[in-house]
């Protein structure tokens, strides 16, 4: 039994959320919203990565967002340029926050935005010398650039525009990588398909295009899908060198183009964000013979987990070293358990993330003796449930894609004392007197991961759930 509801009482209560729809709407988002049945493997497979229901409010992100926003855009050393008209460059600006190391518009260019600014003209005559002006003009200005990108708008697959011959031109021209990326935002149903498209492009225009001098270790690992939110990965980077590992690529916050290029000489592939980067590691399996292990750096639980799981790829030395790591960070990891879970104990967790987050963080709220009670993807995929389902507790309710009025519903009904989940949502949930995290980002705090992750990801669920001014919000929705 989970939040003291049991599975059955968990399906009524879904099922009375969905009444207020129409019989077809009924029917189609019922196949969306699970319960989880330790009886039943198949309880957390809801129908998955479909196009959101016309008329139905969805907090979907397009393939432009999936490739400039989370797996090109924080590679620092690089100019990607939005290739269309203005505004999905400029609401695409500075959006996450990927922290780098490096000097702004010298040596990094995350927090820069670049734009062709489309007009009608352009979509007319198309963009073609318009975008190699550009490029030309860019490496003029900022000439430690180490390659640009072509980040393609909608308008660029309507009309056709021939990215792929300015890129070999271009890149000809300035001795540079210049990758043209093919994410449309009207392609597939969600940000997912710009995460893959991204993928292949790397795969294309970079892995393995330079030569290696370096012979390498016996213990190379690279650390993919880490972006270095609040800078999480350079509490990742922190643990893995501690272990003894030498980490030669990061993909890709704080990473560079020279990294991924590089990235084939790795002896292990970590992965953190599965879906955004699992088709890059399965390639690097196939081809380089690399393999690849999935690792959770949220909570000391499945820290130490993850931490053992990767040492037992290696050597006695490695998996010694890391026993002593695991060693020295236990008190720490204690004296912040012992602190906040007397404050935290019991509380219930509604989430609503993308990536990885709706199960990952689920080990972090419990070692607090939170209780997660409902979580579900944006843009999940159907082994992203399956994973999901190792993770969550019985009776669990677990839905795909959910509209602001069924999360609103859950929320009310489940009695939660904590919503994560994005920016869009964060201003509902304070108006309905509910604690909220802003979980893509952490709500401008972090860093989330790892050792030193753990007491800020504790000190914040306290502050949010524990500030005394709710108890002097009187909401509409009590009213």
């Known amino acids: 039994m989970s939040s003291g509801t049991t599975i059955e009482e968990k399906r009524k209560i879904v099922d009375e959320v969905l009444t207020v729809y129409p019989k077809k709407t009924r029917e189609e988002r019922a196949k969306h919203i699970g319960v989880s049945d330790p009886e039943d493997a198949g309880s957390c497979a809801v129908a998955n990565n479909v196009k959101s229901r016309p008329g139905v409010m969805t907090i979907r992100g397009c393939a432009y967002a999936g490739s400039k926003g989370v797996v090109w855009g924080p590679v620092k050393d690089v100019i990607h340029i939005s290739h269309g008209p203005v505004g999905c460059g400029q609401y695409s600006w500075w959006s996450r926050r990927n922290y780098y190391n490096g000097i702004l518009g010298v040596t990094s260019f995350v927090s820069m935005q670049f734009t062709?600014?489309?007009?009608?003209?352009?979509?007319?005559?198309?963009?073609?010398?318009?975008?190699?002006?550009?490029?030309?003009?860019?490496?003029?200005?900022?000439?430690?650039?180490?390659?640009?990108?072509?980040?393609?708008?909608?308008?660029?697959?309507?009309?056709?525009?021939?990215?792929?011959?300015?890129?070999?031109?271009?890149?000809?021209?300035?001795?540079?990588?210049?990758?043209?990326?093919?994410?449309?935002?009207?392609?597939?149903?969600?940000?997912?398909?710009?995460?893959?498209?991204?993928?292949?492009?790397?795969?294309?225009?970079?892995?393995?295009?330079?030569?290696?001098?370096?012979?390498?270790?016996?213990?190379?690992?690279?650390?993919?899908?880490?972006?270095?939110?609040?800078?999480?990965?350079?509490?990742?980077?922190?643990?893995?060198?501690?272990?003894?590992?030498?980490?030669?690529?990061?993909?890709?916050?704080?990473?560079?183009?020279?990294?991924?290029?590089?990235?084939?000489?790795?002896k292990l592939n970590l992965i953190h964000c599965y879906r955004s980067m699992n088709y890059i590691c399965r390639h690097m399996e196939e081809k380089y013979g690399i393999p690849w292990v999935e690792y959770n750096f949220f909570g000391p639980t499945k820290i130490k987990e993850s931490m053992r799981k990767i040492a037992s790829y290696f050597d006695d030395k490695i998996q010694e070293q890391t026993e002593k790591v695991i060693e020295a960070y236990e008190p720490m990891m204690q004296a912040t358990i012992e602190k906040y879970r007397p404050r935290l104990e019991g509380k219930k967790v509604m989430l609503l993330v993308g990536g990885l987050r709706p199960r990952h963080t689920i080990g972090a709220y419990e070692d607090l003796g939170m209780e997660v009670v409902a979580t579900g993807y944006e843009f999940a995929h159907e082994d992203d449930y399956e994973r999901t389902a190792r993770e969550v507790q019985e009776a669990t309710i677990i839905y795909d894609d959910p509209t602001a009025y069924e999360l609103e519903q859950f929320a009310s009904r489940l009695d939660i004392d904590l919503v994560g989940s994005g920016i869009k949502e964060k201003y509902v949930?304070?108006?309905?007197?509910?604690?909220?995290?802003?979980?893509?980002?952490?709500?401008?705090?972090?860093?989330?991961?790892?050792?030193?992750?753990?007491?800020?990801?504790?000190?914040?669920m306290d502050m949010a759930i524990n500030n005394p001014s709710w108890d002097l919000i009187q909401t509409p929705f009590e009213s």
Not at 249 to 264: C, I, K, R
Not at 438 to 454: A, K, T, V
């Open 116 to 266: 062709s600014d489309f007009q009608e003209r352009d979509v007319v005559f198309g963009g073609d010398k318009k975008l190699t002006k550009m490029i030309q003009d860019l490496d003029r200005l900022f000439p430690l650039n180490k390659g640009i990108t072509i980040q393609s708008e909608c308008p660029i697959g309507l009309i056709g525009d021939d990215i792929e011959a300015v890129a070999r031109e271009t890149s000809a021209q300035i001795g540079k990588p210049v990758v043209p990326v093919r994410c449309e935002g009207f392609r597939g149903v969600s940000q997912s398909l710009g995460h893959h498209i991204a993928n292949d492009s790397i795969r294309d225009w970079v892995l393995g295009s330079r030569d290696i001098p370096d012979e390498g270790t016996p213990y190379d690992v690279a650390v993919i899908g880490d972006y270095n939110i609040g800078g999480d990965a350079w509490s990742t980077l922190k643990i893995f060198r501690e272990m003894g590992l030498r980490v030669v690529a990061l993909w890709s916050g704080d990473g560079t183009m020279q990294e991924l290029a590089h990235t084939p000489r790795a």
């Open 429 to 460: 949930y304070h108006k309905m007197g509910l604690p909220f995290r802003q979980m893509h980002s952490w709500d401008y705090s972090g860093p989330y991961h790892g050792f030193d992750g753990f007491p800020v990801f504790a000190r914040d």
